[in-house]
């Protein structure tokens, strides 16, 4: 079970890499298209590669030579290919079930296809940022019975002024901060680090130290927890918007 576990997780950002001769070509194809307002696109790193698309950090070079941070979201040349592949194997298993599950496929695959069109991905960022203007207003003045916070320490991903997304291509700024995983990541590691912390300073120091200790390390536990808290009512409130808007 373990090891299914970790090969669903692989599947979400560490499969293998579109090819860089790819990549260079779909960033060429926007800096030909940018008018003469990029310079050069640079790679960074490779944030992760997925079944469908590749995320890499990059920096844009303008033409009077600032740079701005980006992530530039490439679909796989194949990924439609092989979408229309499959097709034709779960069509035959739905003919065989019958029961309507051949029209439930189609339905099913129609929305897969949209999912490869990152027009349409980049329409919904648009009416995202929408949701999170909104909801960074009070809630009573727009006749809102209960309030569910702001957005105040989350940020949001936004399309980079001057480029089109494509079909195959999308470039968003980097957005601040970091993501939901590696944020619970980090505050399980500080909350070891601070027990371990007060384990040693007790050992060191001596037993009748260990209240002043113990008292030092739950106010820091206090604040970790706040701060997860705080996040935490961030997200409901995303969620709320999300399935409300």
Same mark, same amino acid.
């Given at each position: 079970?373990?090891?299914?576990?970790?090969?669903?997780?692989?599947?979400?950002?560490?499969?293998?890499?579109?090819?860089?001769?790819?990549?260079?070509?779909? @960033?060429?194809?926007?800096?030909? =298209? *940018?008018? #003469?307002?990029?310079?050069?696109?640079? %790679?960074?790193?490779?944030?992760?590669? &997925?079944?469908?698309?590749?995320? @890499?950090?990059?920096?844009?070079? =303008? *033409?009077? #030579?600032?740079?701005?941070?980006?992530? %530039?979201?490439?679909?796989?040349?194949? &990924?439609?290919?092989?979408?229309?592949?499959?097709?034709?194997?779960?069509?035959?298993?739905?003919?065989?079930?019958?029961?309507?599950?051949?029209?439930?496929?189609?339905?099913?695959?129609?929305?897969?296809?949209?999912?490869?069109?990152?027009?349409?991905?980049?329409?919904?960022?648009?009416?995202?940022?929408?949701?999170?203007?909104?909801?960074?207003?009070?809630?009573?003045?727009?006749?809102?019975?209960?309030?569910?916070?702001?957005?105040?320490?989350?940020?949001?991903?936004?399309?980079?002024?001057?480029?089109?997304?494509?079909?195959?291509?999308?470039?968003?700024?980097?957005?601040?901060?970091?993501?939901?995983?590696?944020?619970?990541?980090?505050?399980?590691?500080?909350?070891?680090?601070?027990?371990?912390?007060?384990?040693?300073?007790?050992?060191?120091?001596?037993?009748?130290?260990?209240?002043?200790?113990?008292?030092?390390?739950?106010?820091?536990?206090?604040?970790?927890?706040?701060?997860?808290?705080?996040?935490?009512?961030?997200?409901?409130?995303?969620?709320?918007?999300?399935?409300?808007?």
């Amino acid at each position: 079970q373990l090891d299914f576990q970790l090969a669903l997780s692989d599947m979400k950002d560490k499969l293998a890499p579109i090819a860089q001769p790819v990549i260079q070509a779909y @960033l060429h194809d926007i800096v030909a =298209k *940018s008018n #003469g307002e990029i310079r050069s696109i640079r %790679v960074d790193k490779a944030l992760g590669a &997925a079944s469908v698309a590749q995320a @890499l950090k990059c920096t844009i070079i =303008k *033409s009077d #030579g600032t740079e701005v941070n980006c992530v %530039v979201k490439i679909l796989r040349p194949d &990924a439609i290919m092989r979408a229309q592949r499959e097709k034709l194997v779960f069509e035959q298993a739905a003919r065989e079930v019958g029961n309507g599950m051949v029209a439930t496929f189609q339905g099913q695959f129609d929305s897969i296809m949209e999912e490869l069109d990152l027009r349409k991905e980049a329409e919904n960022v648009r009416l995202g940022n929408q949701v999170y203007d909104y909801s960074k207003k009070d809630y009573t003045d727009e006749k809102v019975a209960q309030s569910y916070g702001t957005f105040a320490n989350v940020h949001s991903m936004k399309l980079v002024d001057g480029i089109e997304p494509s079909m195959s291509v999308m470039v968003l700024e980097q957005a601040q901060g970091s993501t939901l995983e590696n944020y619970l990541k980090d505050i399980g590691a500080e909350g070891r680090r601070i027990a371990q912390e007060a384990k040693a300073q007790i050992q060191e120091r001596g037993s009748e130290n260990a209240p002043m200790i113990a008292m030092d390390a739950s106010d820091q536990l206090t604040r970790l927890y706040d701060d997860a808290k705080t996040k935490y009512e961030a997200l409901v409130n995303l969620a709320y918007m999300w399935t409300n808007e």
